[in-house]
């Protein structure tokens, strides 16, 4: 669902789904992505999309990119994957456990990039005005007006004739629950779908999210880190230019930016299944009596900053202001998060991890100050449109990593024809089921050896390879019944 808010953003750069970028809600950055074999195909294609599908009189439409991958297609009868690409640039079809599943079932991988994002934007300028065709709403019908014109395409290229193929959605993160939505609300249009760390509900005050971070940290992490925080805190009263300096963050005039940034750094770590990373140095730090915040300054800097690949502009509120900047991926989910999802990873009132100085008149100060007067995030209007967790759908898998604090934002209990599967093991976080351990950097085909239960994870994709044999079977039986009953009352008329 990259990825989510800052943190929010962190949800793709792992859209490609692991594509490139750097927010909590999914975003990752494209060095861990470099390798040829981190994709199946990076070959570009380009369709026309329709700008607004819910205007009568707007025809205008602007050029949309997506990938195709068809070493694995078993022509004859194999299925149709469709992997939701998100809030990020979709620079190929990324080469995790999905590929392992076009592969068992014969499948033909296809992969739509988001609109607005990447190369797929209808604007060269990013104002507020510009940017009111960006919606979630907007691109489930980019998927569904895809899926019609890409299986047109498969009947005249394999001459197919007798009917659609099979389709199967997939999504992680925002992707996640744009898989869960489009079963939702176009069953006609796939079999089922796939909703990995699946934010299906919209949160104002997502509480716990910072909540889910202390426990994923444990006692004594969780201890370190509250202290770190106080400690920051303290330092922006006393010498504010000195402690930003020393996490090479100058150019974060805001201290809400600059306390976003530490609060995200930390999330990473749990979110994207590397929590040792962030808690043996600090956790040692503070048994060797050390300075804990430039223990934690050198972890920003050289983890979250030069090695997780994190831009410091992106958190910049000055820098998001901007219509035409050079990384377009921020401005894009903050516009997503200020008008319709929110996921303000706000502290709680108690026992948080973060400053308390991240609360909802933070978010919304920064909504007002980068889009204008008048943009706020309609969660009420989102979870009545979609159901939050209540989705009425059927068909559609939900998973989540036990560390991931954006599950607390998906569905997870189990409802009739909706199986929902919890990960549990220490670094599971963030679309595991797809991604393996840790989650960034990308582990080929979903490698799952280096999660602390390699077992957790197989008994899940077992779960996920069943259901999927189940439904496609279903649908495939009931298009055959349908193919023969047409082909009688054509017989009848005749």
């Not at 994002?117 to 507020?128: D, E, H, I, V």
């Not at 706000?346 to 008149?361: G, M, T, Y």
């Not at 007067?373 to 979870?383: A, I, K, L, R, S």
């Not at 449109?385 to 991931?404: H, L, P, W």
């Amino acid at each position: 669902m990259s990825s989510l808010s800052y943190s929010s953003l962190l949800f793709f750069l792992l859209s490609s789904i692991f594509s490139s970028g750097v927010y909590s809600l999914g975003f990752h950055h494209s060095r861990h992505l470099s390798s040829s074999s981190s994709y199946l195909t990076k070959e570009e294609h380009w369709f026309n999309q329709t700008l607004d599908h819910f205007s009568p009189t707007n025809h205008r439409q602007f050029e949309q990119r997506y990938y195709e991958f068809f070493d694995y297609y078993r022509v004859s009868d194999g299925p149709i994957f469709l992997r939701i690409c998100g809030e990020s640039s979709c620079n190929g079809i990324t080469n995790d456990y999905t590929a392992v599943l076009a592969k068992k079932f014969g499948a033909a991988l296809v992969s739509l990039e988001h609109r607005y994002y990447g190369k797929s934007s209808p604007f060269k300028s990013l104002t507020t005005a510009n940017l009111r065709f960006l919606s979630s709403k907007q691109a489930l019908f980019d998927l569904a007006v895809f899926r019609q014109y890409y299986q047109g395409y498969l009947n005249e290229k394999y001459n197919i004739s007798k009917g659609d193929s099979t389709w199967f959605v997939f999504g992680v993160s925002y992707p996640g629950a744009l898989s869960a939505w489009f079963r939702l609300k176009f069953p006609h249009l796939t079999c089922g779908s796939l909703a990995s760390s699946a934010v299906v509900k919209a949160i104002f005050n997502y509480t716990d999210f910072d909540k889910q971070v202390g426990e994923s940290a444990g006692t004594e992490c969780k201890a370190v880190l509250q202290e770190i925080t106080k400690l920051v805190d303290e330092k922006l009263e006393s010498n504010r230019a000195s402690v930003k300096k020393l996490f090479g963050a100058e150019t974060l005039k805001n201290d809400g930016d600059f306390l976003y940034l530490l609060a995200d750094a930390a999330v990473t770590a749990f979110q994207y299944g590397n929590p040792d990373t962030l808690c043996s140095p600090l956790v040692d730090a503070k048994k060797n009596n050390q300075d804990l915040v430039e223990a934690y300054a050198r972890y920003v800097k050289e983890y979250y900053i030069d090695t997780f690949g994190v831009s410091l502009s992106t958190y910049d509120q000055n820098y998001l202001k901007e219509t035409s900047p050079d990384e377009t991926d921020a401005r894009l989910w903050w516009y997503q998060v200020c008008t319709e999802v929110a996921y303000f990873q706000v502290a709680p009132q108690n026992d948080s991890v973060r400053s308390e100085k991240i609360d909802s008149k933070y978010h919304l100060d920064l909504c007002r100050n980068v889009f204008g007067e008048g943009v706020y995030p309609q969660v009420d209007m989102t979870n009545i449109y979609y159901g939050g967790t209540k989705i009425a759908g059927t068909r559609i898998v939900f998973t989540n990593g036990s560390q991931d604090p954006w599950r607390h934002a998906s569905k997870q209990t189990s409802s009739e024809n909706m199986p929902s599967y919890l990960i549990k093991c220490h670094n599971c976080g963030h679309g595991t089921d797809l991604r393996g351990c840790p989650q960034v950097p990308l582990n080929i085909e979903g490698n799952a050896s280096n999660c602390t239960s390699p077992e957790a994870v197989k008994k899940v994709r077992e779960q996920i390879v069943s259901n999927i044999d189940l439904w496609l079977s279903e649908c495939k039986n009931t298009e055959e019944t349908e193919l023969f009953l047409f082909g009688q009352r054509k017989a009848y008329a005749a």
